[in-house]
């Protein structure tokens, strides 16, 4: 590991014991059906909070190896996306890390789009793969969906252009569209755990909650607040999870939208998994989450373009590939698409995969994780 390697690794990690930290000595209270984020003096606390100090953060930042990644991985661009999709279909092209244009029921949608030569701006890790579309050639876009306030999924010089080309409503959680705002970028709606949007008649988005933590700076740590989505129109349901750990909110989602016929879901980032597992699903956790969800299509994101945790190049989907393969009467519906890949996806139809298998949904005692 290089010095700016474990140097970027430890800031990031101080971020992360920030947000736990403020959140540790609030009392969340017992599950809902429905959980909410509460507010409390100043900052968000998630139901399950992350159990991470700042002794883990110093372990993690110390003893990390990661494996290795290419410099560069060039690969041209793909074709330009069609204008619009309609009459049921249902397409969604993988860009890169956590971007897609999912274009459905005559919508583009964008989730947390980055073009961004670096992880984040000046300091972050830089991109080990282009973009799979080029901006220019993308269609009109209606909406953009941002999970959360982390420069790899919040990025602003992209934002600014979208906003510039097509001035699409941007959906986010509470308190970054004054954020955004402030930065140059209007058209942000704030939107609550389960709070809807209408985005066209008859397809309506909803926040749905996550475990993960919000914050730019070691400073802001949880002060704007992080989710998930779920599209729903007469094409059927997608959800775009953002970044998410573990938790028992997969099993809200699948209680509220009970027929998701696309589930986004993030396997990399995951190693150190003692460290990562709770604010980031692996390869493991995501097909655990389609079983829980019932989704009859998955595809994977949030690995290839930018080195999040310790795992090598390649090694997140290469193990999602292992799992899937060792059992493969246990999940159906994985697609793992390229930089630019598309995917009509296909209609709903009932994971093989017991509904509702929301076991375990918990880690034990923090202490079993080192």
């Given at each position: 590991m290089t010095a700016a390697h474990r140097f970027r690794a430890f800031a990031a990690a101080l971020a992360v014991v920030a947000a736990t930290v403020a959140a540790s000595p609030v009392d969340t209270g017992g599950q809902t059906s429905f959980p909410r984020c509460r507010f409390v003096e100043g900052r968000f606390v998630q139901p399950e909070p992350l159990t991470i100090d700042f002794w883990d953060s110093v372990k993690r930042a110390f003893t990390s190896r990661r494996g290795p990644w290419p410099d560069f991985t060039p690969m041209p661009p793909g074709p330009p996306p069609p204008r619009r999709v309609e009459g049921g279909d249902l397409r969604v092209t993988?860009?890169?890390?956590?971007?897609?244009?999912?274009?459905?029921?005559?919508?583009?949608?964008?989730?947390?789009?980055?073009?961004?030569?670096?992880?984040?701006?000046?300091?972050?890790?830089?991109?080990?793969?282009?973009?799979?579309?080029r901006l220019e050639d993308l269609p009109p876009i209606d909406a953009v969906l941002i999970s959360h306030d982390h420069q790899d999924h919040m990025d602003l010089p992209t934002l600014r252009r979208l906003v510039a080309a097509w001035h699409p409503a941007i959906y986010c959680g509470l308190g970054n569209a004054a954020f955004l705002a402030r930065h140059g970028v209007p058209g942000g709606i704030d939107l609550d755990w389960w709070q809807q949007a209408d985005l066209a008649a008859g397809v309506t988005l909803t926040a749905v909650p996550a475990r993960h933590h919000a914050g730019r700076g070691l400073f802001d740590g949880d002060r704007r607040l992080w989710c998930g989505f779920v599209l729903s129109g007469p094409s059927g349901e997608i959800y775009f999870a953002g970044d998410t750990g573990w938790g028992s909110h997969f099993a809200s989602i699948a209680g509220r939208f009970p027929r998701i016929r696309l589930a986004l879901l993030p396997i990399g980032g995951f190693k150190p998994v003692w460290y990562m597992h709770e604010h980031h699903l692996g390869p493991a956790d995501a097909i655990r989450a389609q079983r829980v969800l019932g989704a009859s299509t998955s595809v994977p994101m949030h690995f290839g373009t930018f080195p999040n945790g310790d795992e090598a190049d390649g090694e997140a989907v290469e193990t999602l590939r292992a799992l899937l393969a060792a059992d493969p009467g246990a999940v159906c519906g994985f697609e793992v698409l390229e930089n630019g890949q598309a995917l009509d996806v296909a209609p709903f139809h009932p994971a093989r995969a017991a509904p509702g298998a929301a076991e375990n949904l918990r880690w034990p005692n923090p202490s079993a994780r080192r």
């Open positions: 993988f860009v890169n890390h956590s971007t897609f244009l999912i274009q459905v029921d005559g919508l583009n949608v964008l989730t947390d789009p980055t073009w961004a030569g670096r992880s984040v701006e000046v300091v972050g890790v830089h991109r080990r793969r282009p973009p799979g579309l």
